[in-house]
């Protein structure tokens, strides 16, 4: 079945450092992928996402790539903000009619002034 | 457009006691889940729903039923509640197309409830 695997937190950055979050899926199909965000005391939400291999998502200085040769869709972001402290989930969904989303166990980010 | 709402935010059930969380969503999206997240445990798939009259099993269905009333609304049982079921509640909605998949899912902003 498909399945998504996040690096386990939590990490902690001093602000302005490089953020890279790992996440590595396995899917049947043809999947989607997706960055979801969690602030503290609120629901998901989505922060980008990429539809076919290669496909560069990017929103709010968070940026992730497709990579469907290392099936791979890493978060990354060049400067992190005490804002940005959240958890983020990773997640896919498969092509095909009826196919549920599949989230990985999330990453929560902890970030320092 | 209120998107997903959930009721109610809060709970504080006794062992044994029953409730039903309620969840609509106003997108006219074919499927609907629900999720619980524990501390470590990032979310875990109860039941899912591909569209209005079916539902389906997922990792950790024991201890809840669920009612696809409507295309609209999704509802999470607990006849008999415990203290393991102490957990943030998610109703999330997303839309299927033949050849893309799902959309992305959207949240709700979930219940916190506590079995005591």
């Known amino acids: 079945g498909d399945s998504v695997t996040q690096m386990e937190g939590p990490v902690t950055l001093s602000e302005e450092a490089f953020l890279t979050i790992n996440c590595t899926y396995t899917a049947t199909g043809y999947p989607s992928l997706f960055w979801y965000v969690q602030y503290p005391g609120e629901g998901l939400q989505l922060l980008l996402k990429a539809t076919k291999a290669d496909d560069k998502g990017s929103n709010k200085g968070f940026e992730a790539t497709y990579r469907k040769e290392t099936t791979s869709f890493h978060l990354e972001k060049g400067s992190v903000q005490v804002s940005d402290s959240a958890v983020y989930f990773c997640?896919?969904?498969?092509?095909?009619?009826?196919?549920?989303?599949?989230f990985g166990t999330g990453t929560k980010l902890q970030v320092i002034p | 457009n209120a998107g997903v709402t959930q009721t109610p935010k809060f709970q504080v059930l006794k062992t044994g006691q029953s409730m039903t969380l309620q969840c609509a969503q106003d997108?006219?999206?074919?499927?609907m889940y629900w999720y619980r997240q524990d501390p470590g445990m990032g979310l875990r798939l109860i039941y899912y729903?591909?569209?209005?009259?079916?539902?389906d099993k997922g990792e950790v269905p024991n201890g809840y039923n669920v009612s696809r009333l409507n295309k609209r609304e999704f509802s999470l049982r607990l006849e008999s509640a415990a203290p393991s079921q102490t957990s943030v509640y998610f109703c999330a909605s997303s839309e299927w197309i033949w050849t893309g998949g799902n959309t992305e899912a959207f949240f709700g902003q979930g219940t916190r409830l506590t079995v005591v």
């Open positions: 729903s591909a569209s209005e009259g079916t539902t």
């Open positions: 997108m006219n999206h074919n499927s």
């Open positions: 997640a896919l969904s498969d092509s095909g009619g009826y196919q549920k989303v599949t």
